[in-house]
Structure formats: structure tokens, C-alpha cells
């Protein structure tokens, strides 16, 4: 599961890195926040702190290459200040910091939620009864996990189309940033719904509209490309 959350676009502009400030005060409550936690943990640092060599961008995003593949030449991995969220145009992973951890330290969503947790100040042992995450019904999970690999495969498939008939690099890059952006926030509604209790009936009718959605952009995408 995805989590995709934000500190606000007025808070995030006024960052300056690497981030300074003080030490964040100690949780007293026993259960923890997944909100709290994601809006005291910035990502550009933190990929600072895994050694990533960041490159900043003109609109104050960050660029490098992917540590999750086998990426040596052109930067894949964008880095989005403003939704503190990354996304990687080659190898297609994204999402929050929690995501970020659990692939750069190889650990699964609890682990990386009690790390980050500890790093913004909670102490204590916590079970995963403990979270404040709604449970939801595993169907609704395999039908976003299913459509999911199926967007993807769908815009990689478009994607190759697009390069292999000699569209520019710089043009694909540019429409397909867009569609993604989209894409990861729409995916930040979703795990707010999800950390709100929002029924899984009413998320899987919302999760094949968006589906839909999606493969009209992707077409659109592909009609500016050609035109381009």
C-alpha cells in the first residue's frame, strides 16, 4: 500500500536544505500518527542522508539516478518538493517516504514507519495493532495492486511506442511527468481515504473509475506526443 501525504504547498515552499531546526518534541500519546510523522519527514534530506547525488531543478525539484535500478546515464528519479513524493520515470518507483525506506533499507511498510517515527521524536515499542491505519478488506488491495501493474504496463507499452518511432526524449519525458503527476496524486487521495475508514466497497468503484481515467489521459498523452 501506498502512502502519499503532505506537509502543504506553503509550508514546503519556504524549505531551504538541507533542513535545520530543532529536534522535534517527544510523543507522549501510545499509538502512531502516520500524518504526523510524514509531515515532519522531508525526502530531499533524507535522500541526502542515503548519499544520493541531487541535482536541483529550475521549479525546485530534485533529480538523480535511481538507486533501485540499473540507471548510469540520464536521472530518472524526480524528487517533488512541493508533495514531498518521488517517482522514477525508468523503473516506475514512487510513492512517500515510507516507500523510499522500504526499498532503500529492504524492510516492509511497519518497519519503515517505526524508523521514520523514531526519527521525528515517538519513543516506545509499538505492535501493529498500534497504527492508526483503518484496516480494509484484501480484495480491495489485490484489485489495486492488479490495476496498478496494469496502468503501468499499459503507459510503458505507450511509452515505447513513442521513442521507438523517433518522438524526442525531451518531449516524452515532459508529457509523461505530467500523466505521472497526476497519477501519484490521485494515489495521495486514496491513502487519505484509506487512513479515514472509507468503506472498500465505495474505494473499488472509485479505484475503476480512476482506472479509466487514467487510460484517457494516457491517450491524450499520446495524441500531444504525436502532434509534438
Not at 117 to 132: C, F, P
Amino acid at each position: 500500500m501506498k502512502v502519499k501525504m503532505s506537509a502543504g504547498p506553503q509550508q514546503q515552499s519556504q524549505r531551504v536544505y538541507p533542513i535545520q531546526g530543532e529536534i522535534p518534541t517527544k510523543q507522549t500519546t501510545s499509538t502512531i500518527n502516520v500524518a504526523d510523522v510524514v509531515s515532519k519527514v522531508d525526502l530531499v534530506t533524507l535522500a541526502w542522508e542515503y548519499g544520493l547525488d541531487l541535482l536541483p531543478q529550475n521549479n525546485g525539484d530534485y533529480i538523480c539516478l535511481c538507486p533501485f535500478h540499473n540507471d548510469s546515464e540520464t536521472p530518472s528519479m524526480r524528487f517533488y518538493v512541493q508533495t514531498n513524493t518521488f517517482h522514477c520515470f525508468g523503473c516506475q518507483a514512487g510513492a512517500s517516504v515510507f516507500e523510499f525506506v522500504m526499498r532503500m533499507d529492504n524492510i516492509e511498510f511497519p518497519a519503515a514507519l517505526h524508523k521514520l517515527a523514531e526519527r521525528v521524536g515517538y519513543t516506545g515499542t509499538y505492535s501493529i495493532r498500534d497504527l492508526n491505519i483503518q484496516s480494509t478488506d484484501d480484495s480491495f488491495i489485490i484489485v489495486r495492486e492488479k490495476i496498478e501493474i496494469e496502468i503501468h504496463r499499459k503507459a510503458k507499452q505507450t511509452l515505447t511506442y513513442l521513442r521507438d518511432i523517433g518522438t524526442p526524449l525531451s518531449i516524452l519525458y515532459q508529457n509523461f511527468e505530467i500523466l505521472w503527476e497526476w497519477y501519484d496524486r490521485t494515489q495521495y487521495l486514496f491513502d487519505k481515504k484509506i487512513f479515514n475508514g472509507t468503506s472498500s466497497v465505495v474505494l473499488k468503484g472509485k479505484l475503476y473509475r480512476f482506472h479509466e481515467e487514467f487510460l484517457k489521459k494516457l491517450v491524450e498523452t499520446e495524441n500531444i506526443c504525436l502532434k509534438a
